[in-house]
């Protein structure tokens, strides 16, 4: 194995917030199955963390739950990022 141990806990966090917003929309692993393609011993294991899985079916997973969002805050697509702060906050004066 040649993940670091950050990388193994990281992946497991978000393995997990990828299982509470499946639940979260009261879906199983047999429904996002048949909307994302993928196995659902491959959702499983993306659930549980493993860093073998691919990014082509992470981003795909996303998708299907309407997450994508969150990868689009990485790669910084400002046209599908969802905001994070009230519409009508000011923006911080710069003094530089």
Request: hydrophobic fraction near 35%.
């Given at each position: 194995?040649?993940?670091?141990?950050?990388?193994?806990?990281?992946?497991?966090?978000?393995?997990?917030?990828?299982r509470r917003a499946r639940k979260a929309q009261k879906?199983?692993?047999?429904?996002?199955?048949?909307?994302?393609?993928?196995?659902?011993?491959?959702?499983?294991?993306?659930?549980?963390?493993?860093?073998?899985?691919?990014?082509?079916?992470?981003?795909?997973?996303?998708?299907?739950?309407?997450?994508?969002?969150?990868?689009?805050?990485?790669?910084?697509?400002?046209?599908?990022?969802?905001?994070?702060?009230?519409?009508?906050?000011?923006?911080?004066?710069?003094?530089?």
């Amino acid at each position: 194995h040649f993940h670091s141990r950050p990388a193994r806990e990281a992946g497991k966090r978000y393995g997990e917030r990828l299982r509470r917003a499946r639940k979260a929309q009261k879906r199983t692993l047999a429904d996002l199955e048949l909307s994302s393609r993928i196995h659902r011993q491959t959702l499983a294991r993306l659930e549980r963390g493993d860093p073998t899985v691919s990014i082509g079916v992470l981003l795909t997973v996303l998708e299907s739950l309407g997450e994508l969002a969150d990868v689009e805050l990485l790669v910084g697509n400002p046209e599908t990022i969802r905001p994070r702060v009230a519409d009508d906050a000011q923006p911080l004066e710069r003094d530089f």
